[in-house]
């Protein structure tokens, strides 16, 4: 974005320094909007529970309680439902993308028969949202004795669509000759596909990954319905709901709980912004 | 002749090896229990738990469309889904626009307008819900009374709800249009520019008409994203007043049906409704695409 506007400047005047100024107190009108609630969270979690139903409502912690934090990790079991959580997440992202780049490869690489119908059945699952079929898949996981387990988490989410049609848009943009090149160097199919087209793929690969972590972590509908009471596999976010509900009458610890089940998510924002761009626009622009 | 005949077959052979595990787990856990909601709709719950469900045909479908319970969800999810999405896609658009200029900084703006994309509903409804409490939320300094709870209120419950998916909508509605804002012809906005067009004009003659698809995009993924969205009522509303204060949008009532009713029968039914809607949006999405691309082609 940066370059096209700077293309342009040349040919415009210099803006006047009001109107820079007038940008930037819009740009953090927007950003004090944006923040707020998250603000008001952190603020919340300083404070001591009595402070919070103080009225007129403190907007500054003036003598922060930090030990709400620790306070959250062990009456929420944080490291537990964050372990669930990291497992869980690192299953479905590994899982996607393996299946993703088998699949995208050989749609974008090989003939075969019935490639043609094979392809619409993938994107077929595009059409289908997985809540449609929570109903059945409960029943599925539970009779393969997998309720409250992290295969009954994870294994219905190893495969996307999504992905394998990404992921074959970016394989597709690798040039033939390569192949050719490769195949005359006595390279087979794997070995092309491990060391020329997955390093050639990797912006989309690396996106496909932010996707698929983001959608994993901040999974809901699932994890509650086959995820037991013990904790052996709950998920932070279901974590969070319990958090909630067990302390009623200590609102400070269980906003930590929201703060610190939200960190990691902050840093990879902060990390990936340019894959997580790039991944939730797919589609949006050509 | 033969030995490419032979390289051929095992091209075809590893081309299966590797469809096959996304194959297995859309065949297990997509398309399976897709159709299996077909059969499940015509089948009664048994009364008591234990008995045999019962054939009963459409009849149950019939039921189920002519309920108040069912009528009312449909109602409260289009509320929602009207409230939610062009609030979200004006305000990301709007925060896309203010953050479209090589200014320094801009990209700590940009992180902070997207970050909302990256809480979960569990998060937003924490956070909200602190926020929207009688006792120590914002109410009473606002000069508001704050009761009755808006949680528990039959008018404000929706909306209440509708402003925490709206706030987590934001980041991703801002990344579509920056994305969108990115990708238009400067050539085109510059002979604008030239040919004189002031500010205003610029914006609704011609940012807007080029932005179009970018907008078409951003309401097929807000109304997807907004029919999915259930946790915020699941986790401050809750079950028993869903129905009361008119928030038992349609997958709520899935999840209730499946999993507080233990009624897989109703839960298949209304999985078709909100299949057929879903794929409604999908389809004039994909109608519009097809468009776009001949257009391009040109």
Redesign the interface.
């Known amino acids: ?2 370059a ?5 400047a040349p ?2 005047r210099r803006r006047p320094r009001g109107r ?1 100024v007038a ?2 107190l ?2 953090t009108l ?2 004090v909007i ?2 707020f ?2 603000y ?2 952190v603020v ?1 979690s300083l404070l001591l529970p009595s402070q ?2 103080h ?3 403190p907007f500054f912690p003036n003598d922060p309680q930090w030990h709400t934090y620790p306070d959250a990790w062990k009456a929420g079991h944080l490291g537990v439902y964050l372990r669930n959580s990291a497992i869980q997440t690192m299953i479905i992202v590994a899982g996607q993308l ?3 780049i ?2 995208a ?2 749609f974008a690489f ?4 019935l ?1 043609k119908t ?1 392809f619409i ?2 994107l ?17 996981v539970t009779s393969l004795g997998w309720f409250n387990t992290f295969q009954g988490l994870t ?2 989410f ?2 996307t ?1 999504f992905g ?1 049609f990404l992921l074959r848009q970016a394989f597709l943009q690798i040039p033939r000759d390569l192949k050719e090149a490769a195949q005359l160097d006595g390279f087979g ?2 070995r092309f596909l491990w060391s020329v087209a997955i390093p050639l793929a990797r912006p989309a690969i690396a996106a496909l990954g932010v996707f698929s972590f ?1 959608g994993a ?2 999974q ?2 699932w994890p ?2 086959v995820t037991g009471n013990d904790n052996a596999v709950r998920t ?3 974590g ?2 319990q958090l ?1 509900n067990t302390q009623l009458d200590q ?1 400070n610890v ?2 930590a ?2 703060i610190i ?2 960190a990691p ?2 840093i ?3 990390v990936f ?1 340019k894959q ?2 790039r991944s ?2 797919a ?4 | 002749m033969r030995t490419q005949v032979a390289r051929r077959r095992k091209d075809w052979a590893l081309a299966y090896v590797l469809l096959l595990p996304g194959l297995a787990i859309f065949a297990v856990f997509t398309f399976w229990p897709f159709l299996q909601n077909f059969k499940l709709a015509l089948y009664q719950n048994p009364p008591y738990p234990g008995l045999p469900s019962t054939f009963v045909g459409l009849s149950q479908v019939g039921d189920v469309l002519s309920s108040s319970a069912f009528q009312q969800s449909l109602v409260s999810t289009l509320l929602f889904v009207l409230m939610v999405v062009p609030t979200g896609l004006l305000g990301g658009l709007m925060l896309a626009l203010a953050a479209h200029r090589a200014l320094r900084g801009m990209a700590i703006f940009q992180v902070i307008f997207s970050s909302t994309v990256v809480s979960s509903v569990a998060v937003a409804a924490v956070v909200f819900g602190t926020l929207m409490d009688p006792v120590v939320g914002l109410l009473p300094w606002l000069g508001l009374d704050p009761q009755p709870a808006i949680l528990s209120n039959p008018t404000w419950a929706l909306p209440a709800v509708a402003v925490i998916a709206i706030w987590q909508f934001l980041g991703l509605s801002f990344i579509i249009m920056t994305a969108g804002l990115q990708s238009l012809p400067e050539e085109v906005l510059e002979a604008a520019r030239l040919d004189g067009a002031r500010a205003p004009t610029m914006f609704f003659r011609v940012t807007i008409p080029l932005l179009s698809p970018t907008i078409f995009f951003g309401l097929v993924v807000g109304f997807i994203y907004a029919f999915q969205s259930f946790g915020q009522i699941d986790i401050l509303i809750g079950s028993q007043n869903a129905e009361f204060t008119h928030t038992n949008v349609l997958l709520y009532y899935i999840y209730r049906a499946l999993s507080v009713q233990n009624d897989p029968g109703l839960a298949a039914v209304l999985s078709i409704v909100l299949f057929v809607i879903l794929l409604g949006v999908t389809l004039v999405q994909f109608r519009f695409l097809e468009r776009r691309v001949h257009y391009a082609g040109e």
């Open positions: 974005m940066p096209s506007d700077e293309a342009v040919v415009r820079i940008r930037y819009l740009l927007g950003a944006v923040l609630p998250v008001m969270a919340n919070i139903a009225q007129p409502p393996i299946t993703s088998l699949a490869f050989a090989l003939e075969f028969p490639k094979l059945v993938f077929m699952t595009l059409m289908i949202p997985f809540e449609v079929t929570v109903a059945t898949n409960v029943t599925t294994v219905p190893l495969a669509g394998v199919h794997l983001l972590w901040n809901y509908l509650l319905l932070v976010q279901i969070l709901k909630l609102l269980s906003l709980g929201t089940a939200i998510l902050i990879l924002l902060v912004q997580l761009v939730l626009t589609g949006a622009v050509k």
